[in-house]
């Protein structure tokens, strides 16, 4: 079946460090591929997508893309603050449209920036 | 500008009660899902439903049971529960089934059972 694979966090960074989350999925065909991100208390927020081979989703300085060759969404961002402290979820799609768009997640990275 | 909004935020229940959960969005979404988060293992689908008066199994459905009557609810019944029902549940509706369309999702309900 579908399934996403996180580093384990939690990842615990200064302020301005550059941050990278690996995300590895398996699947057969070509999901749509999303990172969610979650703030102490609250629910999911989307926070980039792409859904095709080669797309660069990009919001809030952070990026990822989509490389089917190694099936991976690594998400980046080149310099954190505080407010970025989260759970950050990566999750994949298939368009079933019959089903609606159900989401496999990553078991989430939690990641901590200290001033 | 509320979006999905979920009831209650936090329940304590002994083994053998039931309650429902509510979810309630504001976009006039026609999917909605339920989700179960537990430490380590992601997000996990309960039910979901394509539309008013439908619902469907998802990955994690036993012992849970939903209903969507009206477009905008979509409610999660737990009929006897149990301790391994313990998590945080969120709600979750989107506009279609297009995978460019994104799940919006509410705040959680934290829910023990004792």
């Known amino acids: 079946g579908d399934s996403v694979t996180q580093m384990e966090g939690p990842v615990t960074l200064s302020e301005e460090a550059f941050l990278t989350i690996n995300c590895t999925y398996t699947?057969?065909?070509?999901?749509?591929l999303f990172w969610y991100v979650q703030y102490p208390g609250e629910g999911l927020q989307l926070l980039l997508k792409?859904?095709?081979?080669?797309d660069k989703g990009s919001n809030k300085g952070f990026e990822a893309t989509y490389r089917k060759e190694t099936t991976s969404f690594h998400l980046e961002k080149g310099s954190v603050q505080v407010s970025d402290s989260a759970v950050y979820f990566c999750?994949?799609?298939?368009?079933?449209?019959?089903?609606?768009?159900?989401?496999?997640f990553g078991g989430g990275t939690r990641v901590l920036v200290k001033p | 500008n509320a979006g999905v909004t979920q009831t209650p935020k936090f329940r304590v229940l002994k083994t053998g009660q039931s309650m429902t959960l509510l979810c309630a969005q504001d976009?006039?979404?026609?999917?909605m899902y339920w989700y179960r988060q537990d430490p380590g293992m992601g997000l996990r689908l309960i039910h979901y439903?394509?539309?008013?008066?439908?619902?469907a199994k998802g990955e994690v459905p036993d012992g849970y049971n939903v209903s969507r009557l009206k477009k905008q609810n979509f409610l999660l019944g737990l009929e006897s529960a149990a301790p391994s029902q313990t998590s945080v549940y969120f709600c979750?509706?989107?506009?279609?089934?297009?995978?460019?369309?994104?799940?919006?999702f509410g705040d959680g309900t934290r829910l023990s059972i004792l």
């Open positions: 792409a859904t095709k081979a080669d």
């Open positions: 699947a057969t065909g070509y999901p749509s």
């Open positions: 976009m006039n979404h026609e999917y």
């Open positions: 999750a994949l799609i298939f368009m079933i449209k019959a089903a609606g768009n159900k989401l496999t």
């Open positions: 979750a509706s989107s506009y279609g089934g297009d995978s460019n369309q994104p799940q919006h």
């Open positions: 439903s394509v539309g008013e008066g439908t619902t």
